[in-house]
């Protein structure tokens, strides 16, 4: 069974950090490119971040310079740090693994998903 799961999410005031993890089960973590994608109630989901299975990262430009993704492929887990958080960056943040390379727009029909882990921005 395939398994994603997101944790470290929750409640942090502007100008804070966190640090998402997942940790994937079920499937050759290694090969496949993995993203962080988030979504806003009634918007589309937004990949904010990615990484190849070589190690090479996008970013979108909104969290350019405040997010860090990582993969330990040892421990079949993937990462996003992200600091300097804003309001703007309140939202579900699901982990996505796709394979070969990721679909765009970002879409839950393909590939493997979280559940997602809700992030809140606020004082």
């Known amino acids: 069974e395939v398994q994603l799961v997101e944790s470290g999410g929750g409640l942090v005031q502007p100008g804070g950090s966190l640090r998402l993890s997942c940790t994937a089960s079920?499937?050759?973590?290694?090969?496949?490119?993995l993203s962080w994608v988030r979504q806003v109630p009634g918007k589309e989901l937004e990949r904010i971040t990615g990484?190849?299975?070589?190690?090479?990262?996008m970013y979108l430009d909104s969290v350019k310079g405040r997010a860090t993704i990582s993969r330990d492929n040892a421990k079949n887990t993937l990462y996003l740090q992200m600091n300097t958080l804003k309001p703007e960056d309140t939202a579900v943040y699901y982990c996505a693994a796709e394979d070969p390379l990721p679909r765009w727009p970002p879409t839950k029909d393909f590939g493997y998903w979280g559940q997602g882990t809700q992030v809140t921005v606020s004082s």
């Open positions: 990484i190849t299975r070589l190690g090479n990262t």
């Open positions: 079920g499937f050759t973590f290694s090969t496949h490119y």
